[in-house]
C-alpha cells in the first residue's frame, strides 16, 4: 500500500505541478493579452489625439481663410457700389442739367417779347 500511496502523492504531485504551470502559463497569455489591449488603446488614443490636433488645424485655418474671403468680397462690393455710386451722380447731374434747360426753355416760351415790339406798338399809336 505504501508503494501505492506514493505513486498516488507523485502523480497529485505532478498533477498539482502541471495545474501551476498551466495557471502560469494561462495568467502569462492574460498579460500578454492585456499589453497588447493597452497598446491598441494607447495606440488609438494616440491616433485620437493626432486627429483631434489636425482637427483643430484644420478648424483654425478655414477660420482665417473664411475670415480673408470675407474681407475681400467686401472690399469687391464696397469698389463696386463706389463705382455705381459715381455712375448715379453722373446719371445725377445730367438730369439735373437736362431739367435746368427745359426750366430755361419753358421761361424763355413765357418771357414777355422784347421792348422794341412793345415800343413800335407805342409809336404807331401816337
Given at each position: 500500500?505504501?508503494?501505492e500511496a506514493v505513486h498516488r502523492a507523485d502523480a497529485l504531485l505532478a498533477d498539482?505541478?502541471?495545474?501551476?504551470?498551466?495557471?502560469?502559463?494561462?495568467?502569462?497569455?492574460?498579460?500578454?493579452?492585456?499589453?497588447?489591449?493597452?497598446?491598441?488603446?494607447?495606440?488609438?488614443?494616440?491616433?485620437?489625439?493626432?486627429?483631434?490636433?489636425?482637427?483643430?488645424?484644420?478648424?483654425?485655418?478655414?477660420?482665417?481663410?473664411?475670415?480673408?474671403?470675407?474681407?475681400?468680397?467686401?472690399?469687391?462690393?464696397?469698389?463696386?457700389?463706389?463705382?455705381?455710386?459715381?455712375?448715379?451722380?453722373?446719371?445725377?447731374?445730367?438730369?439735373?442739367?437736362?431739367?435746368?434747360?427745359?426750366?430755361?426753355?419753358?421761361?424763355?416760351?413765357?418771357?414777355?417779347?422784347?421792348?422794341?415790339?412793345?415800343?413800335?406798338?407805342?409809336?404807331?399809336?401816337?
Open positions: 500500500m505504501l508503494p498539482r505541478e502541471e495545474v501551476v504551470l498551466e495557471g502560469r502559463r494561462e495568467a502569462n497569455r492574460i498579460i500578454d493579452r492585456a499589453r497588447s489591449e493597452a497598446d491598441r488603446l494607447t495606440s488609438e488614443h494616440e491616433v485620437y489625439l493626432a486627429a483631434v490636433a489636425e482637427a483643430q488645424a484644420l478648424r483654425s485655418q478655414s477660420a482665417l481663410e473664411s475670415e480673408r474671403q470675407r474681407r475681400e468680397t467686401d472690399d469687391y462690393i464696397d469698389a463696386k457700389l463706389a463705382t455705381f455710386e459715381i455712375t448715379l451722380q453722373k446719371s445725377l447731374q445730367i438730369v439735373d442739367r437736362a431739367r435746368d434747360r427745359l426750366r430755361g426753355q419753358i421761361y424763355q416760351d413765357l418771357a414777355p417779347e422784347p421792348l422794341t415790339y412793345v415800343d413800335e406798338l407805342y409809336d404807331e399809336g401816337r
